[in-house]
């Protein structure tokens, strides 16, 4: 099976009516270069201030849930919807939101929904802030996949892809392709992004989208980009430039087969040994 595969770079920022007509012309562009699977990158609609994450998070469905249904509908595109900030309707005054990515069909049909699970609170550049993503967003609880016309899909967000665990335990329950927003900073993005994406691809035999955020962005933070499309050999086929730009590739499900029999790492696994992630 083969199909275009679209991963949209960004450089979103405090101004959430912006970020959401350069998600839109996005979107439109990797319609226009064929993509029928098509990714954002994470958090687009507000990438700012910690202060702002809960005034610009929104129900899902919701308005921008909503405006990406239309897009998926209108192009006849399985759209992953990056990442946005969730407020689920009814939560208490002091709740702290949800970093969650949608995934819709063609037909514009809310498919999934996942949280993300592992929250960055890291200190990736000595001279400058710390990152403490958990002081301000609640962390999800399930491992989520789905397949929809015969794609089996992982759903990661950014620093998710630090924990081989998570993605392996897609893999296992039959995921083979991993679609991964993110906003990697520049900091770790130099010498770590590629490395572990290559390697989420080669340990599993699967392909990997992954898109990012570039650029600077407040206060004073910069996203490291080089969005990517790996295949499962690990091979590179499409990298983004350092700026807002769309990326597309050509990829073919049946290389996921022939990769695994070639190199069995899932069959040859040691469960005995050392079990089952998760377990």
């Not at 929250?119 to 990152?131: G, Q, R, T």
């Amino acid at each position: 099976m083969q199909l275009r595969v679209a991963a949209v770079q960004l450089n979103s920022r405090d101004d959430k009516a912006a970020n959401i007509a350069a998600a839109e012309a996005g979107i439109a562009r990797a319609a226009e270069l064929g993509a029928r699977l098509v990714v954002l990158p994470e958090l687009w609609t507000y990438l700012g201030p910690a202060e702002g994450n809960r005034v610009n998070a929104e129900p899902i469905p919701g308005p921008v849930s909503e405006l990406l249904a239309a897009l998926a509908g209108r192009y006849g595109l399985i759209l992953h919807g990056g990442s946005l900030f969730e407020l689920p309707a009814g939560s208490a005054d002091d709740a702290r939101p949800y970093n969650t990515s949608v995934l819709f069909g063609p037909d514009g049909a809310l498919l999934a929904t996942y949280r993300k699970l592992h929250l960055f609170d890291a200190v990736p550049d000595e001279s400058a802030a710390p990152y403490r993503e958990s002081a301000t967003v609640a962390a999800g609880q399930a491992i989520v996949s789905i397949e929809i016309d015969g794609l089996k899909l992982g759903l990661a967000t950014c620093y998710d892809l630090r924990f081989p665990e998570l993605f392996r335990a897609l893999a296992l329950g039959g995921a083979e392709l991993f679609l991964l927003p993110a906003a990697f900073t520049l900091e770790t993005g130099r010498d770590h992004w590629e490395p572990l994406i290559r390697a989420r691809a080669i340990e599993n035999g699967c392909y990997v989208i992954a898109a990012g955020q570039v650029g600077t962005y407040p206060p004073k933070r910069t996203a490291y980009g080089r969005s990517m499309i790996v295949d499962p050999w690990g091979t590179v086929l499409a990298q983004a430039p350092d700026e807002p730009t769309v990326i597309t590739a050509e990829i073919d499900l049946d290389r996921v087969a022939d990769v695994r029999r070639r190199i069995p790492s899932l069959a040859n696994r040691r469960a005995d040994i050392y079990g089952n992630p998760g377990n």
